[in-house]
């Protein structure tokens, strides 16, 4: 499989941190690296030619909400998801099971909050050994999503890596049904692979290890899918219902993943929990967290601060985010004017505070790598 | 007055129609131009360096706006407008009247769909031969307007073309109480005239044209405000319910401006509306038609259409808005694609929309100018 490959480049002394490369049909992924999500096939508030100056190498794109549009034959009718969005360097998509079940249970968060069983639960219409059937919340049209449709919607998109699909199961489960939950994500991660080597595209498939905070289910499942020929492995689930737990579940679950594969976690990146699981020995991870906090008018800075760009000491302060940034939002305006545009409700503010976000997540995952070569992390 | 000049290139044989050239000092304006509105110091879901990258020469900021937000006093801090949204090319502002009299009068296009008076109409405190007395609408704080005040905020500012103070009488009103309004407009135009005048601070000025759909009154003014030394000529206040009355009534006014000074047709640039003022001797306009359009998914194309990118049609066609197109948007994504961004609400879609209508209208004027100078207009 000379299309799809990993290399570890350095192993830290001080952790389980490590520098890798992984290379695809769209380019090259150094490791550790920070994955942005581009939902609908853009970053929010960003068009994709100011995201591939950013010198973001991956890109994360959720199946689930292509599927209910524009659908996966238009985007394959454009020649893929890559041509499509006008974006020439890797991207990942996902199964999208973890939307259709956060319809059905909400997501921990909510959980957590006692908001109960989220409000579009009466979306998911029946779950069965065959897959789920769900409304498209576009238009209420009846959507079967099984592991063959998932695949096959992922080839149509034609990411570089995709994922099996695969149950999220909510954080409060009974572990008897946790347990059955698991044995059926396994089936139906098995099923994905199989449709998936029917005809691999170039595309290279990452697991998705499951268990939920149970360390034996964590066990089990990192025993049944290394046993099978995936590309990659991701940790999925619920990790924990705050950063310890988390940590916890990482260090007993990463040392079982094979080390000559890359790993992924999914949705994890606030500024906190990235310096944790790169110790952890985690290669990839996504989350919204950074272009989401943006466009809430929240911008990151060196010291691991944010800066609240809605705050009214922010009115007349005519420097640029940071003085040292080279984005092209700190190469061209101040905070002032950003903090105007916020006031002023003006779109460009989302825009100018995410193209920082997203820059500072570069730089920021070049740092780590250097660090690792450097065996100072 | 070296910072300012204005030179005739050619006057059609065909039409009124010239083209010309301000000098400014931040650079030329060719005419007949464009001028797009950047009400809070940036065209809608653009930033200034891609505005500046359009070839864009003039962009008309509204002083109401930023006068309420975020004051004269920060942006003069900044170093005036043109640093602080850092644009580097002319910028004109208006006297913020306009706004404050939409408030109590609402519009006419309101007026005309009988709305009656603005729901904001309680905004305004007071109206006397001082100025204006209106509260804030962000904060409820009471601002006073008056010609000093508003040119002394325009001088904060800094724009290369500022706007006297003037009244925007609504237009159905007693002919006798226009004629008024005229008098009060023509002595606050020159209460103006001479605060600039004390600083001129390298900023010129152009008078506002009032009357309504009165011709008689439209002489008056003409007469009245050619005869003080302004820098150019602004025509303002109602032109008329609809094209027909707007062509009369330019018709009838342009040939009594002076013909060695610059002319501007203030908040008009529908594409029709277009062939019709340039042909009557208009040098530029403005209007946020083209951003206004393109944030509801109508982008121009070159056969005077528009193209609606939320129809269904749209979907799977993927090709630029237009072949020919040489902007950043055509060069770079399809209608499918921008059609799925706007399905999805996607703001990137609004920001490539309004790059590809202001970039249409760029060339548009190109083409204006091309067609005079060869006497085809």
């Known amino acids: ?7 570890v480049l350095h192993a830290s002394k001080k952790s389980q941190a490590r520098v890798g490369r992984i290379h695809t049909p769209h380019g090259i992924i150094d490791t550790p690296n920070f994955v942005a999500v581009g939902t609908n096939g853009t970053l ?11 010198g973001l190498q991956l890109m994360f794109c959720n199946t689930y909400h292509l599927l209910v549009h524009p659908g996966t034959d238009v985007i394959k009718s454009a020649g893929g998801l890559h041509t499509y969005i006008n974006r020439p360097y890797p ?16 997501t921990v968060k909510e959980e957590l909050k006692s908001k109960g069983l989220n409000r579009h639960a009466e979306a998911v219409i029946k779950i069965s050994e065959e897959g789920v059937l769900f409304r498209s919340y576009r238009d209420g049209s009846p959507i079967l999503l099984t592991p063959e449709s998932s695949i096959q919607a992922q080839k ?8 099996p699909f695969d149950e999220l199961p909510p954080y409060h489960i009974d572990p008897k049904k946790l347990k059955q939950s698991l044995d059926r994500t396994h089936r139906w991660e098995e099923r994905s692979l199989m449709e998936h080597r029917k005809d691999p595209q170039q ?8 268990g939920g905070i149970d360390k034996a289910l964590r066990t089990l499942s990192c025993q049944v899918l290394s046993n099978l020929p995936f590309d990659g492995y991701a940790i999925g689930g619920s990790v924990g219902k705050n950063r310890q737990e988390m940590v916890e579940m990482l260090a007993h679950t990463v040392p079982q993943l094979p080390k000559n594969l890359p790993n992924h976690l999914l949705g ?7 310096d944790e699981i790169v110790k952890l020995g985690i290669d990839t991870f996504d989350s919204s967290y950074p272009t989401r906090s943006a466009r809430h008018g929240s911008v990151f800075v060196s010291n691991g601060q944010q800066l609240k760009l809605l705050q009214t000491k922010y009115k007349d302060f005519h420097e640029p985010i940071e003085r040292t940034c080279e984005c092209y939002t700190c190469l061209n305006y101040t905070v002032s004017y950003i903090h105007h545009l916020y006031k002023a409700k003006e779109l460009a503010g989302l825009t100018l505070a995410t193209l920082h976000n997203v820059h500072f997540m ?5 740092n780590y790598q250097e660090a690792i070569l450097n065996d100072e992390l």
């Open 203 to 210: 595309q290279a498939i990452y697991a998705v290890v499951h």
């Open 91 to 106: 991207i990942i998509t996902d199964s999208g099971g973890f939307q259709v079940f956060s319809l059905a249970y909400g």
């Open 1 to 7: 499989m000379s299309y799809f490959s990993f290399e």
């Open 362 to 366: 570069v730089q920021l995952m070049k």
């Open 44 to 54: 929010k508030a960003l068009d994709n030619v100011q995201v591939n100056k950013l």
């Open 268 to 274: 994890i990146a606030d500024l906190p929990s990235i």
């Open 156 to 163: 149509a998109l034609g990411a570089d890596i995709i994922i």
